[in-house]
Every structure is written in C-alpha cells, then in structure tokens.
C-alpha cells in the first residue's frame, strides 16, 4: 500500500529537483538550498522576491503597538518588527484549483508564431 506524502521537506524537495533536472541528489539538494540562501537574504535586507506565475515573497515592517493581556487584562507594548508575507500569483491560483498534478506547471505558455 503506497502512501501520499502530505508534505514534502527540503530535502526531499532537493530530490525531487535533482531527478527533474538530471544532476545528483547532492547537487539537487545544494541548488534548493542556494535558492532559499538568496531569498532568506533578500526578505531580511528588506527586498522582496517574485517568482513569475508562483508567487511573491514581501517583507513588511509591523509598527509597535500595544495589546492587551487577556490573563491579566493589562497593556503590554508589542515591540515593531520585520515579517514576510507570501502573495499566491493568480497562475499558481487557478493551477492549484484545477487539482491535476499530472498537468501542473508554473511555465509560460510558449509565444504563438
């Protein structure tokens, strides 16, 4: 009896990437890791990332601002920070809604002569 994997870590993300590419496994597993090095950097030097028909990584900066502590009913002051945020392009969107991975690609279309 073959299980589906719910979720895929990094890696068997570089795997996967190897065998799609025709490298090593070790090479698979060192180019997702480079891809996410520059992404990580990118996010927290305050540049965001696109990837055409996957997706935007956007860093957005929370301001301070003060909460209450639902225990004790008090204020705290809830310090500004650095988040990111992920925005789905519409291409990944309606890829994911067709629910055919036998299809799914995040590819352009080739130009028409």
């Given amino acids: 009896m073959s299980t589906t994997p719910t979720s895929i ?3 068997a993300l570089g795997h996967l990437v190897a ?3 025709g490298v090593s496994q ?3 597993v060192r180019a997702v890791d480079a891809v996410l090095e ?3 950097r990118s996010i927290t030097g305050g ?3 696109a990837v055409s028909n996957f997706g935007a990584f956007v860093p957005v900066q929370r ?3 003060a909460r209450r502590n639902p225990q004790t009913g008090g204020t705290v002051l809830v310090p500004a920070r650095q988040e990111v945020r992920f925005r789905v392009s ?3 969107r309606e ?3 067709a629910a055919d991975p036998a299809v799914a690609t995040i590819r352009k279309n080739p130009k028409s002569a």
């Fill in 9 to 11: 870590n990094k890696t």
């Fill in 19 to 21: 065998a799609q590419l």
């Fill in 26 to 28: 070790r090479d698979g």
């Fill in 38 to 40: 520059v992404i990580t």
């Fill in 47 to 49: 540049i965001g990332v």
């Fill in 63 to 65: 301001t301070a601002r």
């Fill in 90 to 92: 519409p291409r990944l």
């Fill in 95 to 97: 890829t994911v809604q």
